[in-house]
């Protein structure tokens, strides 16, 4: 198994500009999640998903958009891009039932918004 | 609202001391803790976990009890390791939908040789 996978690892962003963060996950876990980290900072949640076709708002859900069409996938989607976007972004996934919280993660996109 | 509290670093030790990252919460249910620990240009790992009250979870050498009482998680090690390095993050989960965590702002732990 690959677990979570993520691409790209790194990208520097105009200001304006758009992108999509790929994340997949080969252990078919019904949940997935997007955390923006900053410098310093712990995890702050931005998105997830319960399974396929369902997706709900997290802590800091502005400025980015997701989609969940398969239980492989959840990409997210940076829409005019702002500085305040420079962050590190990891996807994780859990597995259902009672695994209370136990997350799987990935190794991070780090983005730059210049 | 949940939240968790660490105390804030960097923790500077040098090999084979004994190591505590304190942790407290706040949760409007009755959470599951957990310790994540995030290696230099990694995403984090479970290091740890705990369900219950008094539960002890274990890992690698390191220990935390949940103690409802002080609502505390603190995590121990008795003897780091310069490959301990890493940044570790304590968390709770109250077993909402969709197995949401609320995270501390991580410690960093840097062991010295």
């Known amino acids: 198994n690959a677990g979570v996978t993520q691409t790209p690892k790194f990208r520097i962003l105009k200001i304006g500009q758009s992108m999509t963060l790929q994340c997949a996950q080969d252990?078919?876990?019904?949940?997935m999640y997007w955390y923006r980290q900053d410098p310093g900072m712990g995890l702050k949640l931005i998105y997830y998903?319960?399974?396929?076709?369902?997706?709900d708002k997290g802590e800091v859900p502005n400025g980015y958009n997701v989609s969940r069409s398969t239980t492989e996938d959840f990409p997210l989607r940076l829409e005019l891009a702002a500085p305040s976007q420079t962050s590190v972004y990891f996807c994780?996934?859990?597995?259902?039932?009672?695994?209370?919280?136990?997350?799987?993660f990935g190794p991070g996109t780090r983005l730059t918004v210049t | 609202g949940n939240s968790v509290t660490q105390m804030e670093g960097p923790v500077t030790l040098s090999e084979e001391a004994f190591l505590t990252i304190n942790c407290t919460y706040t949760?409007?249910?009755?959470?599951?803790l957990f310790w994540y620990v995030q290696y230099p240009g990694e995403g984090l790992q479970l290091l740890l976990k705990?369900?219950?009250?008094?539960d002890k979870g274990s890992n690698k050498g390191f220990e935390a009890t949940y103690r409802k009482e002080t609502t505390s998680f603190h995590l121990e090690k008795g003897s780091v390791q310069v490959s301990d390095s890493a940044v570790y993050f304590c968390?709770?989960?109250?077993?909402?939908?969709?197995?949401?965590?609320?995270f501390g702002g991580g410690t960093r732990l840097m062991v010295k040789p």
């Open positions: 998903s319960v399974g396929a076709g369902i997706t």
């Open positions: 949760a409007t249910g009755y959470p599951s």
């Open positions: 252990m078919n876990h019904n949940y």
């Open positions: 968390a709770l989960s109250i077993g909402n939908a969709g197995n949401m965590l609320t």
């Open positions: 705990a369900t219950k009250a008094d």
């Open positions: 994780a996934s859990s597995p259902p039932g009672t695994y209370l919280g136990e997350q799987y």
